[in-house]
């Protein structure tokens, strides 16, 4: 069912899961994600697949969906011939189909949308989301992000989800633009050990969001499990806002070959240890399926 209490409130009560990987799932379902746009070239080709993906982890126990709009920016969809208008439409329609999911999933527990936004290098697509420094000053990057999130938040997502930030710098601009668009957000870090993948300290970049009344919720994505730890307590306790975790399996990311290499060191068991710490909403990221989420949620005993 749709939520009758705000995402803000039931992390303040409790501990909610997130779903996990979109694109491992939607390339479970037999799809193929090898170009530029990733999981958002199916917004506009075979948006019931998105949806199916979405219902896959709602049944599985996620209480939360991120939305598939993570590469789907103004820009990225130029270069494939998608005007102005048309991709705001697919934009919108992100947060629509999970809703969608949500509805059909029938389930007596309350589920949220989180609409994913992605950082610029998601953009790029060639790795740079994993190294930050960009070369561009913070106000470009707010340019860049404020028109897309403006849209994002237009379609009435629960939250807005500024993920896979690798740069302090990114996150600065990231806050200032989801000012005043009256949609909550959260922030999370790809990080390496205990600095954000441009090498900051983790301290400092979770601080940022301190005082920002918009977010509700920090942490890491898209990092590998063993990062978790550190970073959890960093960002209660610089921040004291409910943390947000969602790793990746551990399998690194060859960009060059567009594939995933090593071996999965993701387990349920973790969760607990992080929700100790401070992790109020527990979920994971690439190669993180259902049938984990699934793990998860009975861990957590939200299931």
Same mark, same amino acid.
């Given at each position: 069912?749709?939520?009758?209490?705000?995402?803000?409130?039931?992390?303040?009560?409790?501990?909610?899961?997130?779903?996990?990987?979109?694109?491992?799932?939607?390339?479970?379902?037999?799809?193929?994600?090898?170009?530029?746009?990733?999981?958002?070239?199916?917004?506009?080709?075979?948006?019931?697949?998105?949806?199916?993906?979405?219902?896959?982890?709602?049944?599985?126990?996620? @209480?939360?969906?991120?939305?598939?709009?993570?590469?789907?920016?103004?820009?990225?969809?130029?270069?494939?011939?998608?005007?102005?208008?048309?991709?705001?439409?697919?934009?919108?329609?992100?947060?629509?189909?999970?809703?969608?999911?949500?509805?059909?999933?029938?389930?007596?527990?309350?589920?949220?949308?989180?609409?994913?936004?992605?950082?610029?290098?998601?953009?790029?697509?060639?790795?740079?989301?994993?190294?930050?420094?960009?070369?561009?000053?913070?106000?470009?990057?707010?340019?860049?992000?404020?028109?897309?999130?403006?849209?994002?938040?237009?379609?009435?997502?629960?939250?807005?989800?500024?993920?896979?930030?690798?740069?302090? @710098?990114?996150?600065?601009?990231?806050?200032?633009?989801?000012?005043?668009?009256?949609?909550?957000?959260?922030?999370?870090?790809?990080?390496?050990?205990?600095?954000?993948?441009?090498?900051?300290?983790?301290?400092?970049?979770?601080?940022?969001?301190?005082?920002?009344?918009?977010?509700?919720?920090?942490?890491?994505?898209?990092?590998?499990?063993?990062?978790?730890?550190?970073?959890?307590?960093?960002?209660?306790?610089?921040?004291?806002?409910?943390?947000?975790?969602?790793?990746?399996?551990?399998?690194?990311?060859?960009?060059?070959?567009?594939?995933?290499?090593?071996?999965?060191?993701?387990?349920?068991?973790?969760?607990?240890?992080?929700?100790?710490?401070?992790?109020?909403?527990?979920?994971?990221?690439?190669?993180?399926?259902?049938?984990?989420?699934?793990?998860?949620?009975?861990?957590?005993?939200?299931?």
């Amino acid at each position: 069912m749709t939520s009758t209490i705000t995402l803000a409130e039931a992390l303040a009560a409790g501990t909610a899961v997130l779903d996990g990987g979109m694109s491992n799932q939607l390339e479970s379902a037999g799809h193929d994600l090898s170009d530029e746009l990733w999981s958002a070239r199916l917004l506009a080709e075979q948006p019931e697949a998105v949806t199916e993906a979405h219902l896959a982890y709602f049944r599985a126990g996620a @209480d939360v969906a991120i939305t598939s709009s993570y590469q789907a920016t103004f820009e990225g969809f130029e270069k494939r011939g998608i005007g102005h208008d048309r991709a705001a439409e697919l934009m919108t329609l992100s947060v629509e189909l999970a809703r969608e999911a949500a509805r059909r999933a029938r389930v007596p527990r309350p589920l949220w949308v989180a609409a994913s936004a992605g950082p610029y290098g998601a953009m790029l697509a060639d790795g740079s989301e994993y190294r930050g420094r960009y070369g561009l000053t913070v106000d470009e990057l707010e340019r860049f992000h404020r028109p897309r999130l403006e849209v994002l938040a237009a379609a009435r997502p629960d939250v807005l989800a500024l993920e896979t930030v690798p740069d302090a @710098d990114e996150a600065t601009a990231l806050l200032r633009a989801v000012r005043g668009l009256g949609v909550p957000a959260w922030l999370t870090y790809s990080v390496a050990g205990g600095r954000t993948r441009a090498g900051q300290p983790l301290e400092e970049a979770f601080a940022l969001a301190a005082d920002v009344d918009e977010v509700i919720a920090v942490g890491v994505n898209c990092c590998a499990p063993e990062d978790v730890d550190a970073a959890v307590s960093t960002a209660a306790r610089v921040t004291g806002k409910p943390v947000v975790v969602y790793p990746n399996s551990g399998e690194t990311w060859d960009a060059e070959a567009r594939a995933w290499t090593g071996d999965s060191r993701f387990t349920t068991d973790q969760v607990t240890g992080w929700r100790q710490a401070g992790a109020r909403l527990i979920g994971g990221c690439c190669r993180v399926g259902p049938e984990a989420i699934s793990g998860i949620a009975g861990t957590l005993g939200t299931a």
